[in-house]
């Protein structure tokens, strides 16, 4: 994915991230599962889970659509666009099971909790509707649906973390894992629909969490990325003579597991993240130097309709600790144009944010309302589109200079590389990541190596979203 992104083309992006997931081997399963996922990483993540709940019930995963006798769909309601893309995708598969008989659709994830029965009732379009925290019960629900039953769970649980089952990768390199470490939001932010398409916040078990970062290390995996919507806010109270780990803790304890083993994580609440957990990074060469620290705006009065909770003067403050206890460290960033009253002051406000803060990459959208959010409910989605698009491309212009600006501040510096596989462009060229998270495209000038090996990386050019350089000895 390129390091700036407008909405439009994050949404295209995202689409194009939809994978249909692989097999080891398909024959051995007399059904089959095809499941596209859209969204966040979080649901990516937890197609995974959903992989490894059906393969337990003898369904193979499989690319091929003629193959599927189940199409699960993981969505994500995060912004309107998201999901019209998603009800444009149903009514190509309804057009399907009328020629398929048997075939059975079902809505997976945030647009499932959103809209509850409705695809089923009104709509028609599909065959099970299942929410985040109800994919235990999808063998049940899957049996109801063949039986011509309307099969629905869109129960939120407190607890549920799906901490016991282990994940089916799906369309992985080898290299790189999400691990979920927690799930839902207990953050209010007016914009988001978040909190109540997942629910509250709860922790995952750290020795569950330790556990498959262990194993994805011993199954060659060399980077893993702590997933939830605010990780700075991980706390997980194991039995009551036990001390509660924090997400410093965690991180360490991840971090340990070998030095080999790249450790990113994200979201960061500016609100929430420590000098604790700055701390922790600058001890482990191997946490990677690369945080996501979301603004959404640069205007303290706007941050306060947002229920953001930080003011601009404090998230300024966390970039100024942040280059203090880790001076190599890569920043991005998601923005927000056009919130309800947005001024053209506060718009200023915001493009002055992005240049204090040196932004390597940013992910930027208009505002979209939602609804149910408290923005929804209490504000007026008053600023035209025009102006929200017009604001946007603004933003992406800073962005793309700032992008470019600290790509060609890398050019002439040794970076270590770890491989993630070939470049898309040109099968002679290896891709991989800087700790910053920067891509490096590389020729591959050196036999016997491979992808999830680390290498030494000198930098000779760059574009805004790509570094190219070439092999250290
Ligand atoms: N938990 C993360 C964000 C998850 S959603 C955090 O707190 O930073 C990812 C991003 O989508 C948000 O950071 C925000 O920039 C954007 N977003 C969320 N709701 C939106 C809306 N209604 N309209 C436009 N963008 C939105
Ligand atoms: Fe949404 Fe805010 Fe929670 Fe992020 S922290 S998921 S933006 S409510
Ligand atoms: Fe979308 Fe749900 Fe993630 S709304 S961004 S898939 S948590």
């Not at 959404?296 to 942040?322: C, F, H, P």
């Not at 007026?380 to 929200?388: E, G, N």
């Amino acid at each position: 994915m390129s390091h700036t992104l407008t909405d439009q083309q994050h949404d295209e992006a995202r689409q194009g991230e939809a994978f249909a997931p692989f097999a080891e081997d398909p024959n051995q399963y007399d059904r089959h599962f095809f499941i596209e996922s859209y969204g966040c990483q979080m649901n990516f993540a937890d197609s995974e889970i959903v992989a490894s709940i059906l393969q337990e019930q003898g369904f193979g995963a499989t690319r091929q659509l003629e193959k599927a006798d189940l199409i699960l769909l993981n969505t994500c309601s995060i912004r309107e666009k998201a999901e019209q893309t998603v009800r444009k995708r149903l009514t190509e598969f309804k057009k399907l099971k009328k020629v398929r008989k048997g075939l059975l659709v079902g809505v997976l994830g945030c647009m499932a909790e959103r809209l509850k029965s409705k695809f089923l009732e009104e709509e028609k379009l599909v065959d099970l509707v299942v929410g985040p925290d109800a994919y235990r019960t999808l063998p049940q629900l899957i049996e109801e649906a063949a039986g011509g039953q309307k099969a629905v769970n869109v129960l939120l649980s407190r607890e549920e973390t799906y901490a016991d089952i282990a994940p089916v990768r799906l369309d992985s390199n080898g290299v790189s894992a999400f691990v979920s470490i927690m799930r839902g939001c207990n953050n209010m932010c007016a914009f988001c629909v978040v909190p109540f398409t997942r629910g509250r916040e709860r922790s995952r078990d750290h020795r569950s969490i330790l556990a498959e970062c262990q194993d994805l290390f011993d199954n060659g995996y060399r980077e893993v990325t702590l997933l939830g919507q605010n990780v700075d806010s991980y706390h997980f109270s194991p039995e009551a003579d036990q001390a509660p780990v924090n997400f410093a803790q965690l991180l360490e304890q991840v971090a340990r597991i070998s030095p080999l083993l790249r450790v990113r994580f994200s979201t960061s609440h500016p609100k929430d993240i420590t000098d604790e957990v700055l701390t922790t990074m600058a001890k482990y060469t191997n946490i990677c130097r690369y945080i996501h620290l979301p603004v959404q705006s640069g205007s303290t009065r706007i941050l306060q309709l947002m229920n953001r909770t930080y003011t601009r003067e404090w998230y300024k403050a966390k970039v100024d600790r942040i280059r203090e206890i880790l001076p190599d460290c890569g920043i991005s960033s998601d923005i927000i144009a056009g919130f309800c009253t947005e001024t053209e002051e506060d718009h200023r406000d915001t493009l002055d944010i992005m240049r204090y803060s040196g932004y390597d990459y940013g992910y930027m959208f208009f505002y979209s309302e939602r609804p149910g959010t408290l923005a929804h409910r209490r504000y007026v989605d008053d600023i035209p589109l025009d102006i929200k698009k017009q604001r946007l491309q603004e933003i992406v212009a800073v962005q793309y200079e700032l992008s470019l600006t600290s790509n060609q501040q890398d050019v002439g510096k040794e970076f270590e590389v770890l491989i993630e596989g070939d470049s898309k462009r040109d099968e002679q060229d290896w891709m991989g990541r800087t700790s910053q998270n920067k891509v490096v495209v590389f020729p591959k000038s050196k036999a016997g190596l491979k992808a999830g090996d680390y290498v030494r990386i000198k930098i000779d050019q760059c574009t805004k979203a790509t570094l190219m350089g070439r092999l250290v000895e």
